[in-house]
């Protein structure tokens, strides 16, 4: 063998076979190459679902041989997540053999022969891991698929060792080696060298590692990289084999420990890191250090191994007072290469002398030695005066460790200078946000944070570059500077200031090279500054390009994505293009014409990267604050269209002034963005909007609780952001419309907060006037609490799940989370609470104000009664809030300062009797001011020490028995010191000053022992450690939560006192486990967390005054906007439904039954359908124009709503409600135009009087309010929605004017809302005693209108003065004369007269002015519900059916003197005029002004056209007032059947919908029908099936019965003719199917094989069966409620009915409570042999079964179960309904698939037409025509 010299110090495998050519390697498999992120080089990636069949071979040759002879072997890899991998190493030993070494993680345990080694392979994970917890306590099954965590890995092999330990051979060289699938692969080397790869070259100098010593830092190009601030053992895996360490499971590969810095050395003592210091020594030190070394020394290393001799121990000074306190070193070292030659020397104090030093030793293993065990380690020298603890000149400067002992988690806030800027990332995963000087990027699916640090003020503007690599940001103030960040990497390349006071807009070209900034300068002119930023990733300097100053105002300015040198702004009364030429910025505005005196928000580009669109060809966006969009051309530098998108109501069509843009309302619009299919707005009144490009209407939007004032559309096009002025930040997820909040904030300073350690719930009080509590992991808020007067104090009780809240106006509350309710309200105090503390035993509560006083009270009652309250003992004012109040850890002791702010009390917490005065002032009698105290906190572990913040920045320790100093911190801030805390175990002590937070070591509290931290732009108000001491919280401007990176006490005993000495076992904190940790030591989980919070109302116990509104976060995520519901905390009994938010619970719902309020005896009043139907929110419709069918016709009316039709016989508008739809019928030609908005039942429907707006109004199907829609009549869309009433909508109305609009509650909440008819705002609203049933304005006056309910009726006067609107109320009571009745309807005659009607049938005529009631007659024998007046006619409509005009021509002769008339007096003056008759009662209508024309309504369903001058009545529209069972088309698709639960068939024209004929039958049910085929020739015919069994056949040219049969004895559920029509087959509900002769009548055979399951469906078909092997002309089947199916062949003419196949179809079995979907089956009609079947099944899905293979041969699963199916006879679709309201259009052959949610109930029916081009679809009474287009 040749020299092997070459092969020293190591030899790159890789790169010695040049593997990259594959020609002395071989590759086979899914072998690839890409780039690893961590690693940042080219790895290989081998995987497969079979390993052996990817792998690389090395070398080519199986016969030849790598004769590489390093007896260490490295291979630096991963394995796949869930994968298993395989390694094969050939060896050869100098005894000749060849020996295969093998590992993977599917070997169960270790196997071994002669010539082959195989080893399990246990994988590990990453640090804190639920898979490396558990591997760390498991004995077996480790092995297995690699973790999802697995890390990269360097594997060292000592080969030597394995062949003499396993096989007893010796090692000669490695021969080839074979990597299988799954796994990443860096590189392989060999060596003979013991290299470690966690220390680098420059640290294996430092600890005097040499290769001659056999051992080093592992070759650079080979090493993995460590990110600057981390460790190696962090990010990889270290694992070398074998290993003196324990196996488990045994002879397995694995890592030893996951902690390399205590772990214990195998094979070789690898050599500390930390460097070895010089210190001088006493005698007896010395001896001790010597024995101890000897003592903990390690034993000698084997074979060729170099000893290491470990570090000197430190060595530090102790200083104490006897009794009080003591300090002990708890320091680590670390220090730099340079500081090696330094050698620190101390020397101690006068007051210390060598008895004074404590010795502690870091072992090799671990453990300690402390200095408890011998009284030579700890001599304490008594001090007789305090101690100014200060730096001696050679002293060591000890360390706080680890450094950095703090690290931000998370911030819970957001904006601080505006609320306008958010950003995408490239990939929308991700958002970046400013909150006050620090840029958050957020992951949106996890929550998680990234900060950039670096503003030292407000972040002001942000923006990015195309590919959202570099991000810039601009903070504000006289410093502003500009900052441009490597997005990545957080790194900030570049800062340099701004010639600008302060930027307030920043935009980045596409590739990062030009940034323009816009801001003010010092003259407050605008000023715009571009700067070329094409060097700065590089490292090169950032110049000025050009720079303007201008005179228009701007808002935004954007570069163009197309050209760097291009720009465009808009702001007041300009949009202007900019463009640098020659080092000159220039502009030209935009050519407005008529709108260029408006105030322009932001401007945008259309979308798209076109390279080849021409720079003129390229469209802006603009929008405007007067709620305009202007497109604009940027060729011609003019507008190319403008459209008004949210518009307020019009004037009225009389007033004929012209109404321009300029004057003309409108809803701001605040921001646009566009993407390539649609165009997102944010608006003033809150609202998102998403609108198609072509703005015709309205496609989705989304609610704000504030104006939006930031939208922008992710590069995906598939998410939405909005930020609101109001501090929240959220996105719309376009495809599936659920909208998610990810962040909300405080709008002003955070006062307080306290923590709830066993719920980790954070509760904030802010300057804003609210009180939040949020979920510390998921940074979610979980209550909102608002209020008249303000929060300043919380405080958490230690135990219960309750808070204490202190008030501004001195009201103390304390409230229970867990019932959400309102325990106690204490008005002792006259001042704004300054304080607020548990004790921590939970025992007692107190509470300080600023006035003075000090109150106490019994936590342990739930009403926390108060004990003792005590006057002028605190300090007045309010500077010391909100923690003025500090209790000692036993609950024994209360201290604060006062009564005045020179003294510190001590008092009695159970008594508040003052044990102590501390007087601050005197104890500094060298200084010439006198101090005063500001701050009070007790040291937790040690109950003597109170520690006093005071104003000459000091921090005092006093002894709580004496009083007397103890020591003192000067210089503590460079401001005062505004919060401080001690940890529980009294190691730490927290201080906050101005806008930075300090870490001290609390027993040796100097400056180079303290942390200090930045983030916060302002005043930081309160600073504390959580409950379980692994955090910090700081308020102020936001909500900063820290890491505590400080190791735990290591043992109990050690967190009993701060008296004791303790050490740290380590050199390095291991700051990663910490950093996977959550404080209490459980995985973090995301909780789900609504858009917005609804508010349930606490009324305070005291009803002088209003508790406020207590807001509970509801586990859903729907719309951002939701109700509050209004508890009386009087009732004894009320209904409350709390939702917890904590994942690790069950939402637990308590409910107290109040007696909710019963129905009025009114029919009048509406009352929602009871459904049992839950739409389906997770349904996305398809895009406009790519629907596969189109609705074409609504059939009927909703007879169940109220007043839900109107008409206009001058603009000739027509429109009613059908289901959740308004139907706008065109009466000239019959067609149809559908307004979809709503997913309920609407109630009722109001027209503007120019008839230029309808509105409609709904419930919202999840229990939340009302949905008012606004209706834009030109086109058909929703202008904006509006919701106030949590029951449902009773009336609608608009004012003479069209100025006011009003909405009435139902029953359940009566109340009135007034709103704005321009904007459709919230102007004012009103409760009422009792249901209103019918409300109406005066058609004199706009400020005038009337209700009537259960308790009378109701004058309304809308006072106006300036923005304010109130409505002014009073009530009057039914006359005497009419007895207990409910008033109905009303109308309006002539000033000042109104009619009104009650439930008895009574009408009575008042006086508008004096509310006196004139004349009472009897006008109809029941309730009347409605009244019109036109002139001197009144039209009432009963529910007697009779529409009756009465002759009011005599009111004219009544005036108001006069007492009310008698019935019989007002028969003399007022008389019947017209009556008519209809088929049912009378629930809206609409007449001409003269009424001789009107429509009607009725509860049956029906539209009549009334003329009165011939006393006629028409019918315009039908409908079914029951339930449809069945809809079917007639063979030649003229005409269409319907029956329903009534009784009645019905038979339709499918050309104009019109009714053709009705038969009746009284008192049955119909449950099916079906028309005759087209082979009877003679006449059409109709047959059905009803409730009794029987089956009757009308004939449609004589519209009468043919003939009834009764071949059932329960109800028919099916019914289909025979294909030649020579038999009728009829199912009944037991299963039984009975042929029947349609001339005859008679049975001609009962078919018993599905007796007991009801029969759902029954299909028959043409079909010859030879081909099944049965005679037969046609085919039938019946499918029953048990999953079984029959297919039959049948010729009828010979009396033939064979059972050609038996379908039975498995299911689980089913609970009691379930509702199983129906059995449903048909026949393809493109293929009859095969079936399609779906049902109750082991899964939702469709089947379709071969006749002619006897097997199912396809699926296709759905997200529903299935209530009804239809086939088309083409293009292979299937339409099938559910009862989530969806009916699915199915492409059969592929599985596309569309949803439509139009109706508001269960999707019962559905058909296909004939030849498949229509579509019918029922929900209840709701019957919807479909046009099919197809998929």
Known sequence: MASKAWQNPYVNIFKHVKIEEWRKSAKEGEVSTFRDKLLKCPVFRISGVIPENSYILIPRNTKQSLELTGHFFYLLFRPSAGKYFLVH????????????????????????????????????????????????????????????????????????DILSFYLNCSYSHLKSVKLFANMDVKNMFTSDLLLDPGISFTEAKQMGHSFLQGTGPIPREMSFPVPKGTAWHDLYDHIKFPSEGTKLPFNSIQKENSDPETKCTSKQSIPGRGASRCVNLSRAVQDRVSLIQQITSPKLPTRNQTPVVSSVPEVGVVSSHPKDWLVHNDFQHQESASSNSQQQTYSPSSDATDGGIHVYVHSVDGLSIHGEESEEELVCSPVPQPVSLTLSKGFKQQKLLPDPILRLSRIIGFGGASTKHALWTKSGSEVVYPCHAIIISMKISSNQQRFFIGHTDKVSALTFNGSTTVLASAQTGNNSVVRVWDYHNGNCLAMFRNHAHSLSCLSFSSGAAVLCGVGKDVHNKTLVVVWNTLNVRKGGPVTVLAKAHTEVDINTMKIAFFDDTRMVSCGRDNIRLWRIRNGTLRSCPVDLGEYRSLDFSDVTFEEGNASHKHVDDRTLFACSRSGHIFEIDYGRVSVKNMRRLLPSQQQHASRREKWTFNTGPGIAINSISVSSSFCATGCEDGFMRLWPLDFSAVFLEAEHEGPVSMVSVSVDSQKVLAVTSTGNLGFLDVSSREYSTLMRSHTDTVLGFSVDGIRRHLTTASADGTLRIWNMDSLHQLFDFASEDSPCAVAFHPHEQTFCCGFTSGIVRVFDISNAKLLAEHRQHRGEVIGLAFSPDGDFMHSADAQGSLALYDASEEDHSVIRVACNVVARGTERAPDALTVSGDSRFLAFVGPSQNIVTIADAQSLDELLHVDVSILDVESPQLDVALKVCFSPASTEHLLIATSANKILWVCTKSGRLLREVSNVHKHQCSSLSVNEDSRFLLTAGHNTVKVWDY?????????????????????????????????????????????????????????????????????????????????????????????????????DEPAGSFSICEDKQDNPGFPFNRLDSRLAVSF??????????????????????????????????LKTSYLDQTIVPPQPREEGIKLKAVIGYNGNGRNNMVWSPDQGLFAYTCGSMVVVEYLHTGSQRHLQGHTEEISCLAITNDAQIVASAAGSGDGDKSLICIWDVQNGACSTTISYHRGAVQSLAFSRDDRFFLSVGDFSEPGLALWSSKNFHLLSSANVSGPIHDAAFSPFTSDHMACVGSQGVYFCVVYTQGQEVDLKIQRMA???????????????????????????????????????????????????????????????????????????????????????????DSRETISVEREIMLDGTTISAAFDNTMDMGIVGTTAGTLWYINWSDNSAIRLVSGHKAKVNDAVFSFDESHFATCSEDGSVRVWTTHSYELVVQFQVLNQACGCVCWSPASIKDHTRVAAGYGDGTLRIFQLASTEMEIKMHPHQVAVTAIQYSAHGHVIVSAGKNGLVAVSNPTSGATLRVIRDHKGATITTVQCVNEQCKKFGLEGNELWLAAGADR??????????????????????????????????????????????????????????????????????????????????????????????????????????????????????????????PSGALLFSVAFNEILLWEVQGL
């Open 89 to 160: 190493i050939d060896v050869a030993s100098k005894e000749g053999q060849i020996v295969r070494i093998s590992f993977s993680n599917m070997f169960p345990e270790f196997k071994f022969t002669p010539t082959w080694l195989q080893f399990p392979f246990v994988c590990g994970a990453a640090k804190g891991s639920v898979y490396e917890t558990t591997a760390k306590s498991a004995k077996h099954g480790l092995v297995g698929r690699a973790p999802g965590s697995v890390r990269w890995t360097c594997l060292m092999l000592d080969l030597q």
């Open 1003 to 1103: 027993n040796l509290p100097l400056h180079n022992n303290s942390q200090m931290f930045i983030g916060h732009s302002q005043p930081i108000r309160q600073v504390g450690f959580t409950p379980d001491q692994m955090g910090v919280v700081s308020v102020g401007d936001a909500i900063f939560l820290w890491d505590f990176l400080a190791s735990p006490r290591d043992s109990p005993a050690d967190a009993k006192s701060c008296l004791k000495a303790s050490h740290t076992s380590s050199q390095k904190a291991d700051t990663s486990m910490n950093a996977l940790r959550l404080s209490n030591g459980m995985p973090r989980q995301k909780a789900p967390f609504p858009s917005s919070p609804p508010r349930l109302d606490f009324s305070a116990i005291n009803r």
């Open 1136 to 1169: 409350l439904k709390v939702t917890d938010m904590d994942n690790n619970m069950s939402p637990h719902i308590a409910e107290l039954h109040q007696n909710k309020p019963a129905r009025p005896d009114c029919y009048k009043h509406f009352v929602p359908r």
């Open 1374 to 1464: 039914a006359p005497a004369e009419v007895g207990d009745v409910e008033f109905a309807a009303l109308c309006y005659h002539m000033d000042p007269f109104l009619f009104t009607s009650t439930n008895r049938g009574h009408v009575c005529a008042w006086d508008a002015n004096t509310q006196a009631c004139l004349i009472i007659w009897e006008a109809d024998d029941d309730e009347i519900g409605v009244l019109l007046c036109r002139g001197n006619r009144l039209f009432a409509g009963s529910s007697t059916r009779r529409l009756r005009v009465w002759d009011i021509g005599a009111m004219k002769r009544i005036t108001s003197k006069e007492k009310a008339c008698s019935a019989e």
């Open 1684 to 1809: 079984r199916v029959s297919v039959w062949a049948a010729d009828w003419i010979k009396e033939k009915c064979d059972l050609l196949d038996w379908l039975s179809f498995p299911a689980p079995a089913p609970s009691q409570d379930d509702c199983l979907p129906p059995s449903i089956a048909a026949f393809s009609p493109e293929d009859h042999s095969l079936v399609v079947y779906t049902g109750y099944g082991v899964e939702k899905e469709l089947l379709f079964y071969s006749l002619s293979k006897k097997q199912i041969i396809k699926k296709i699963s759905l997200p529903h179960w299935v209530s009804c199916m239809s086939l088309s006879s083409k293009s292979q679709l299937v339409a099938v309904g559910s009862k989530e309201r969806v009916l699915k259009l199915i492409k059969s052959t592929s599985g596309v698939f569309q949803d439509f949610c139009q109706h508001s109930d269960s999707v019962q029916t559905c058909h296909f037409s």
